[in-house]
């Protein structure tokens, strides 16, 4: 919560406790706090905000915060006036963090909050950071007491505008949980917690089904800027290619567009048979750029996906993918926020939620 915000949050608590403040007094507004105790507007709103999560203060729009009727804990994530925002940058481009969104909204009802929910109409450029960076302050002018980010992704400057959000929230002093992916390259670790899937053992696990099958090579295929979850997926597949002795070098992990023909030709040229892609949708146009070159599927080419949108058991070649369980996700997030806002001070932690392998005839070897 920060020092600053702590000195508000245990003063306004002690007139609470003490009787200075009644049940049902409206706190001074505020800007009011702000000038008594010189700190900026965030620092006394993330005091407030950790007086309304514990029970002690009801936050109502356009009226003011008000002590609650018992000066107690109430156990509960708030007063129903707890607000938290959602960053989705290119909303609606991928299948993927749609339906774990809206478990979060459909959670709202059940842990007493409301959801500001934004992603972005802007193309990739420079409107798009330009517009997410406008989507973060908004939320801080709106009050949120928290924020469920998705890093950007499939962006030359993706790492920068990531960068400069989180640095908006926290020049804010606003709690982050990161959705699917971290910000930062491992081994190293941000400050916030993460919600997502184990992505380095599903890396290690799609290269073992095709190990399995007695294959001696195995390649990667991704998209350029890719989320550095991709990264964790690689670094589990080299691990599957080492623990068997196969050679695991740079040259397996090809980078490019799945839809350029010129490039898919150099792939297969360089010896690759067996892929793992970095999401479904990447798989899907792979799929039909071999198609359309004439290799056949799985004959003479395999392919395994990531997501299990709803499009690959359908697509031409059912495709081999890894089911994300987005409910489940969308109740972690939910549960680190909630955990976040309770214990401030905590390490960053972790939640995995556990994805199922769906084997279908992309990958199998006649």
């Not at 928290?146 to 920068?160: D, K, N």
Request: aromatic share 8%.
């Amino acid at each position: 919560m920060g020092k600053k915000a702590e000195r508000v949050y245990s003063e306004l608590l002690k007139r609470i406790q003490g009787g200075g403040l009644e049940p049902g007094e409206r706190l001074p507004t505020e800007m009011q706090l702000v000038r008594e105790f010189g700190v900026s507007r965030p620092t006394v709103t993330k005091a407030l905000n950790a007086l309304q999560h514990q029970g002690y203060i009801e936050r109502r729009h356009k009226a003011g915060s008000f002590v609650k009727g018992d000066n107690g804990r109430q156990g509960d994530a708030g007063a129903g006036s707890l607000r938290l925002g959602l960053v989705i940058p290119l909303l609606g481009t991928t299948e993927i963090f749609e339906p774990i969104c809206a478990r979060i909204a459909q959670l709202s009802h059940r842990f007493d909050y409301s959801l500001l929910w934004s992603g972005s109409h802007a193309r990739i450029g420079e409107a798009l950071g330009a517009e997410l960076e406008q989507t973060c302050r908004r939320y801080i002018s709106d009050e949120v007491a928290g924020v469920f980010l998705v890093p950007l992704e499939f962006f030359p400057e993706s790492a920068e505008v990531n960068r400069r959000m989180i640095e908006i929230f926290r020049a804010a002093e606003l709690p982050i949980v990161l959705i699917d992916s971290d910000v930062v390259s491992f081994p190293q670790r941000s400050a916030f917690d993460l919600v997502g899937i184990d992505n380095v053992r599903c890396g290690y696990l799609a290269a073992q089904h095709y190990i399995e099958q007695g294959c001696t090579r195995v390649d990667y295929l991704h998209l350029p800027y890719s989320a550095l979850t991709v990264e964790m997926r690689i670094r589990g597949f080299k691990q599957a290619l080492h623990d068997a002795g196969l050679d695991c070098g740079p040259e397996l992990v090809h980078v490019g567009d799945p839809e350029d023909a010129e490039f898919v030709r150099g792939v297969l040229d360089s010896g690759a048979e067996n892929i793992i892609c970095a999401n479904d949708l990447t798989a899907v146009r792979l799929m039909h750029t071999l198609l359309r070159l004439g290799v056949r599927i799985p004959d003479h080419a395999r392919l395994v996906g990531f997501d299990d949108v709803k499009y690959t058991r359908y697509a031409q070649v059912p495709l081999t993918t890894f089911h994300q369980p987005c409910d489940h996700i969308g109740d972690l997030a939910v549960q680190a926020m909630m955990l976040r806002l309770a214990e401030p001070r905590n390490l960053p932690m972790t939640f995995f939620a556990q994805p199922e392998f769906i084997a279908r005839e992309s990958s199998i070897l006649p």
